[in-house]
């Protein structure tokens, strides 16, 4: 297996809930609305979506409550059975597992953060962290070793004796995030998690899982209602509604060219120059490269705001970190996306 | 309220509610006042047209069940067997009968300074004074070793039954068609007269302690099943992800995440099934269970007043601990030590209770009276207490008291009540049940009663139990008068709801046999002393449970009463009162189903109701007619169960309390 | 105490040499204790007999009816207090299904009929006599009676008859059922704080003896057939026109295993016989003296060497 590979690949997933689902599926005229299957009598969880996350990516799913969010990623664990379409987990066709192969999948590979914490209230921060450990049958020393490893690395030394109802929020999600790195998962599904903390620590967390990120490099599907957090945090983003996939892009790329009128409605009070990068508005070189100092391709356009308004030249030069050209930036069109259009 | 129960129901189709009830009533009346021109079968059920259910069911017991199947010799081989072993082993420990592992009896102090370092773990000085205290009362008043047999028999009732209800809420929870045919049987369960499995308990499982635990066990595992299936279905959803995401096989699921999620109300089953145990100490003495409930019925026919009661303080102390320490073992939860705190620290309250139990095991070595207090040692105040009850009756204000209710309540309101119902034709009976579970209720309340009267008018004892339901209507009702104006008085400040619940606990607790004995003595044995020994009872859960509704309504609401210039009276009766009426409405219901157990108890006074049959049927082997009694009784109960919980249900869905 | 009575038993085993009464099994002896005090007494008695006697004893709290069905099954070993009028009847419903054995009478007789405490003299003093009862119903009037007199019958199960009674010999009386025997000590003990005139259904040998002095009522002497035959009595039209029999049986039953079981103890069993007098003792240290009954039980068998100690040595 290549990393070119997708990690989580689902192709036409269906998730219906009603009497007889499978069924109905069957008999189904291909198109139906979510409105017009609602008045069936069934509601469409997940609604033929297709989308794959490759080795090392963040995909944001955001949506509003009941789009469906959080149920496709239930999927991708096999928490809930899909209707139609199929899953693949490393290459590895969920649906197929049996019991056992479930649970050493799920013991092996994934790792799952809760909106709520999803704490055992009857055991204390350690135990809580070695849970998917000694599930797993391993003995009590390596998985007591384990879990302070993880605890230390979440910045929790020192609480390991406390029971979740003494820790705060932001302290008891610093668990449950430990927990479901215990296992040392490939896949890591976050499920909202910072959405039960205040803004404050909201920020903190993020900060905190970012830095996370960088030294763990997992594949994460991370789950969202606040499109600021998806925007700050993705690597792409997916957005649902009524459970299907309205638009799975990068942020820039939803940003500037929303697909449907319900994502065009969410970019709207969105400050797009903090959001866009020079990369994405970089053009191919037409011709000769116009002259003097280049824009760096990671910054956004914000972050380049004083320099586009102070620049007198038309197009400027795009340049990656290593400082080769990687094309050329219309000011106009950056100026745009900073200032919105004149209309 | 009347608009309240048909506003709901608006939406059947047809008449409207108000008009079906109003013509069923009507069709009663007209029946009852044409009784003298009716034809004989539509006043009572003919002898000719009642099936012999008696006989059938005895059939199906002696043949099919002990003859045929030998379902019998299995439960005898339980009870003489594993059973009696584990009884042997309880009862060897605490009082020191003749049975293996011939260690006991432990010395009263022992045991005393056990319960109170666990009363202190549990909730500081005061547990610990309320467990130790209870046993040291006990040792003092020379009841040590038949109150040790009572709890050598219930140490093995409660776990037994705690283990079943929780395998068989687990199943509930489990499967769902297992729920759906579990319900039934314990709904009957818990409106089941005990007398009636008292008699299968002593032929299943042999007379004495072996049918007493049996009993015991069967009437306490209902509540254990309700609450374990309970806390299973409401552990998060979250949780239950949490532990499928990291990879739980199934029992692993449930013993790791599902049970220690569900801890609180598990526990709180625990506490109802040691409650119901107790409840069953005196009952299960008819049956042979020895001890504390035995020995009160000894001293109630030898009229030894003052010693009863001892024994019913007891009951209640030991009741009132165990409530209490289940209560507090409910809302312990665990502390975190710091690390590297040493081994004795972590386990301090064990080290105290093993220290405690082996000092005073050696101490009780060389000093006697910390073993075993003799009956000359003892401090009780038997006597003494006989000649105060005596003295207080003998008071003439007391009397004329008495005499004066005696004759008013007997003669003009209990005994015309009771005529007037035993008149009325027995069609218009049910017709009338029929529209006030309708009215109440709705639809299927109504079904539900008009089958069951008309099994209980089948079942040949139609008039005995017109005269149980009867006592019970009129003590519900006169209870009433008592318990809600306590309730709303009590539930004005925090200070008098504690006492009055306090009390409330007590009452509940307290032997209701002890009553029985000063109630004759103030009205004789009359209606009156019925009804009131019933009042005593049913009064507990109305106050209570009027002091919980008014006092849980919202705060805002009551502050916008206030804000509005509402009066007391004005915020009472319009604000508090309606919000409190579906929960005070669970307290009613309540106090029917205490007054038809207690009413079964009140056939020792003398009465001539279902509970004086069942009574006798004691005392031989008429199986049979025991369960056709008890049957009645339970349709009664569950007719009243069924019609108020479904009001109580829609009237807080419809004021958004659930 | 338990101890104390070990010890003497072994020391007594010796001392009366224990000959062969190793036939006897092992397994305890079940002895039935009932909810009155002569009963509780009289078994503890005869326990302590038997325990000297070699045989293991134990106590089992039992429903006085539904003993015998216990009986049959061998559950309960044997019965110390059949009484004719109270337990007659069951005794002979369980003779007749079988696995019951009559082992014998007591020299005690039972009597129970209607019954009034000494006070009640004060008010109707023709007593005992059924006719001057009837001729001062009113001073028995309560409030539910109107101008009739109350009597307090036994609970409906023990089947006394009160009713019939009463109409056969024409007496102005109501006849209430109480539920219980201690309905009945409680209505006794409410009246004698004012001394009130009442009259209640009540039996002897008891323990009422010696709280409350007081009398049977003289009805006309039981004949037999008086509850089977109207012409019997002095109502030629009626059932139970008399008083019950003053002289009623009181006897020992027995599991019909317990002869092939227990030998010796079934042997000691057929020997027992109490005496009104020892039976009103025995309820006496329990009432009066409150003892607890296996104290009482001691005391007794101190006091009263020579009534037991032939039925042990000769036991063989």
Known sequence: MSDSTPVISCKNVWKLFGPNPKQYLADMAPGRSFDEIRADGYIAGVKDVSVEVGRGEMLVIMGLSGSGKSTLVRCFSRLHDITGGTIEVDGQDIGELDENGLIEMRRNKMGMVFQSFGLLPHRTVLDNVAFPLEMRGQDRHDRRERALEVIKLVGLEGREEYFPRELSGGQQQRVGIARSLAIEPDIWFLDEPFSALDPLIRREMQDEFLRLQEMLGKTIVFITHDFDEALRLADRIAIMKDGAVEQCDTPDQIVLNPQTPYVEKFTEEIEKSRVVHARVLANPVNGTAPEGEPVRAGHTILQLARQLVNDAREELPVANKKGELIGVMNRQEALDVLLGKDT | ?658 | MKTTILMTASALALATATVSYAADSSDPIVIPIHNWSSQIVMSNVVGQILEQNGNNVEFVTTDSQAVYESIRLGDVTLELEVWEGAFGASFRAALEKGGIVDVGDHDAVTREDWWYPMWTKDACPGLPDWKALNDCASVFATAETGDKGRYLDGPVDWLKHGKERVEALGMDFVVINAGSAAALWAEIGAAEADKKPVVVFNWTPNFAEAVWPGEFVEFPAWEDGCDKDPAVGPNPDALYDCGNPATGYLKKAAWEGMEEKWPSAYGILEKISFTNPQIAEMAKLVDVDEMEPDEAAEVWLEENPDVWKGWLSSGS
């Open chain 2, 1 to 658: 309220m009347a608009d309240i129960a048909t506003k709901i129901d608006t939406d059947t189709p047809g008449l409207p509610p108000m008009r079906i009830v109003q013509l069923m009533v009507g069709l009663a009346l007209v029946l009852t006042l044409a009784r003298p021109v009716l034809p004989d079968f539509l006043v009572r059920l003919p002898e000719s047209w009642i099936p012999p259910l008696a006989d059938w069911l005895d059939y199906f017991f002696n043949v099919i069940v002990i003859e045929t199947l030998r379902i019998n010799e299995l439960t005898r081989w339980f009870a003489e067997g594993p059973l009696d072993f584990m009884l042997g082993f309880t009862a060897n420990l605490l009082e020191g009968k003749h049975r293996w592992p011939f260690v006991g009896p432990l010395p009263w102090s022992c045991v005393a300074a056990v319960a109170a370092v666990i009363g202190y773990y549990l909730g500081g000085w005061r547990f610990a004074l309320l467990g130790g205290g209870t046993f040291v009362w006990t040792a003092m008043v020379g009841q040590w070793k038949i109150a040790m047999q009572t709890l050598s028999v219930l140490a093995v009732a409660a776990p037994l039954a705690f283990f079943i209800g929780l395998l068989m809420g687990i199943a509930a929870w489990k499967w769902n068609w297992f729920d759906r045919a579990v319900k039934p049987f314990l709904a009957i369960l818990q409106t089941i007269p005990f007398f009636t499995y008292l008699l299968p308990a002593v032929i299943f499982f042999k007379v004495g302690p072996t049918a007493g635990a049996i009993a015991t066990t069967i009437y306490a595992i209902p509540p254990m099943v309700l609450m374990t299936a309970l806390g299973l279905k409401k552990v998060s959803p979250e949780i239950v992800e949490a532990g499928k995401m990291s990879g739980s096989t199934r029992w692993q699921m449930l013993t790791k995440v599902y049970i220690p999620s569900a801890r609180t109300e598990i526990l709180v089953g625990v506490n109802q099934v040691i409650m119901l145990c107790l409840a069953m100490v005196v009952l299960t003495a008819f049956i042979g269970m020895p001890g504390l409930g035995g020995k009160l019925l000894a001293m109630m026919n030898s009229f030894k007043l003052g010693r009863s009661f001892e024994i019913g303080v007891t009951i209640v102390l030991v009741a009132v601990m165990l409530d209490r320490f289940s209560k507090a073992w409910v809302v312990k939860l665990p502390e975190h030590h710091e690390r590297g705190t040493s081994w004795f620290v972590r386990h301090k309250y064990l080290v105290a209770a093993v220290v405690g139990f082996v000092a005073f095991l050696l101490i009780a070595q060389f000093v006697e009276i910390l073993d075993k207090v003799g009956r000359r040692q003892s401090l009780s105040m038997g006597k003494e207490m006989d000649a105060l009850i005596k003295g207080f009756l003998a008071i003439d204000a007391v009397q004329a008291i008495t005499g004066w209710m005696r004759y008013f309540l007997n003669v003009w309101v209990l005994i015309p009540f009771r005529n007037a119902l035993l008149y009325i034709p027995t069609p218009a009976f049910i017709l009338l049940v029929v529209s006030f579970a309708y009215w109440l209720g709705g639809k299927r309340p109504a079904i539900f009663a008009a089958t069951f009267f008309t099994i209980v008018a089948f079942s040949g004892w139609w008039d005995r139990s017109v005269i149980t339901l009867y006592s019970v209507i009129s003590a519900v009702i006169l209870s009433m008068f008592i318990g809600i104006p306590l309730g709303i008085f009590a539930s004005r400040s925090e200070k008098w709801s504690t006492r009055i619940l306090l009390l409330c606990d007590t009452a509940q607790t307290f032997p209701s046999f002890i009553y029985l004995l000063p109630a004759i003595m103030l009205f004789g044995v009359s209606d009156v002393t019925v009804v009131l020994s019933i009042v005593i009872f049913t009064t507990v859960p109305l106050t209570r449970y009027t002091i919980e509704g008014l006092r849980n309504v919202p705060g805002e609401m009551t502050e916008a009463a206030d804000m509005s210039g509402a009066t007391k009276r004005q915020k009472l009766l319009s604000v508090q009162l309606p919000l409190a009426l579906p929960t005070m409405a669970v307290g009613f219901n309540q106090a029917i189903m205490f007054a038809f157990f207690m009413v079964i108890i009140a056939a020792f006074i003398g009465t001539q109701d279902l509970g004086q049959e069942l009574q006798r049927t004691l005392a031989g082997t008429d199986l049979g007619k025991n369960f056709v009694l008890g049957m009645n009784v339970a349709l009664m109960a569950l007719t009243f169960d069924l019609t108020i919980m479904n009001w109580a249900q829609k009237r807080k869905k419809a004021l958004g309390l659930s």
